[in-house]
């Protein structure tokens, strides 16, 4: 599986700075069709990162079926260990950031409103499977459950 992604030039730059992490362990779960299963605040989840344990879970379960699948599975991977990247860079729980830094900090809050009204605008919870990317229906779906858990 890492073979065929050390061959893609942006991909071999990241995964040579996820090596340096010498404690990380990436775990594939080829039994359950949920990575979700490992985190219950992560429900139809593909692939998860836990900061604290340094781990990556990846849903493997349908990768050993055909070719389709084994790439959906190295995406999520590649996906789960840029999160591993940034946290090993800035050192704050994945945030592209470090700790103190308010400036960028409030840049990214910026941006992530931004696309939060986009996200409305063009996903609503009638078209969000149909019309929406999974990453922007992930963030999508982030957003209304902070806003239902924060009342934001």
């Given at each position: ?126 078209n969000i499977k ?23």
């Amino acid at each position: 599986m890492f073979r065929n992604l050390f061959e893609i030039d942006e991909a071999r730059i990241i995964l040579k700075i996820a090596a340096q992490n010498h404690d990380l362990w990436i775990i594939f779960d080829f039994d359950n069709p949920d990575a979700g299963d490992m985190n219950p605040h992560a429900r139809n989840a593909l692939g998860i990162i836990n900061y604290t344990m340094n781990q990556i879970f990846v849903n493997a379960y349908e990768a050993l079926i055909d070719d389709k699948k084994k790439r959906k599975a190295r995406r999520i991977l590649m996906h789960e260990i840029c999160h591993s990247v940034i946290d090993s860079v800035f050192e704050n729980n994945g945030r592209p950031y470090y700790e103190n830094d308010n400036i960028r900090e409030a840049k990214l809050e910026e941006i992530l409103e931004s696309y939060k009204e986009i996200i409305s605008n063009e996903c609503t919870h009638n078209n969000i499977k149909d019309a929406c990317d999974g990453i922007i229906q992930g963030v999508f779906n982030r957003f209304v459950m902070c806003e239902n858990m924060c009342g934001t």
